[in-house]
């Protein structure tokens, strides 16, 4: 992902006063630096090597950090916790068998909610979309 959507997020850390620690900064890299929804273990798995002393507890605490400041947003699957680096306003597509999330954009979707809370005078300040379903390599799986 490019350097500015991470220099953007340690910009809006130090905005709202918190303290860009090596761990605060590695964990958000972590996530902003790829383009799965990766869970606080995986988060944890993949900084340990390079943060030995950190916990899960400390990966956690950033994360839900990340995402009250709207760095991240959380992803609820059916098994886990996922979090979202994509800003943009996007579909998710969650698997309810290998909770799998995948980011899709449809201008029309988000077009249709724009004109709902324009038509009742709501403003809005977020969004997350979210279809629940089954992926393509979990259908035969379920069936």
Request: aromatic share 6%; net charge neutral.
């Amino acid at each position: 992902m490019p350097e500015g959507r991470v220099d953007k997020a340690y910009a809006r850390l130090r905005k709202l006063g918190l303290r860009l620690t090596p761990q605060r900064m590695a964990i958000a890299k972590c996530v902003l630096d790829i383009d799965t929804h990766p869970t606080a273990e995986e988060v944890y798995h993949k900084i340990r090597p390079d943060y030995p002393t950190i916990s899960l507890a400390t990966v956690y605490s950033t994360l839900d950090t990340l995402v009250r400041a709207g760095v991240l947003q959380a992803v609820s699957t059916r098994e886990v916790v996922r979090y979202d680096a994509n800003a943009s306003e996007h579909i998710n597509l969650i698997c309810l068998n290998c909770s799998k999330v995948l980011d899709v954009a449809d201008d029309v979707v988000v077009g249709v909610a724009k004109g709902k809370a324009a038509k009742y005078g709501f403003h809005i300040v977020g969004q997350q979309f979210m279809v629940y379903g089954y992926c393509e390599d979990c259908q035969a799986e379920v069936s």
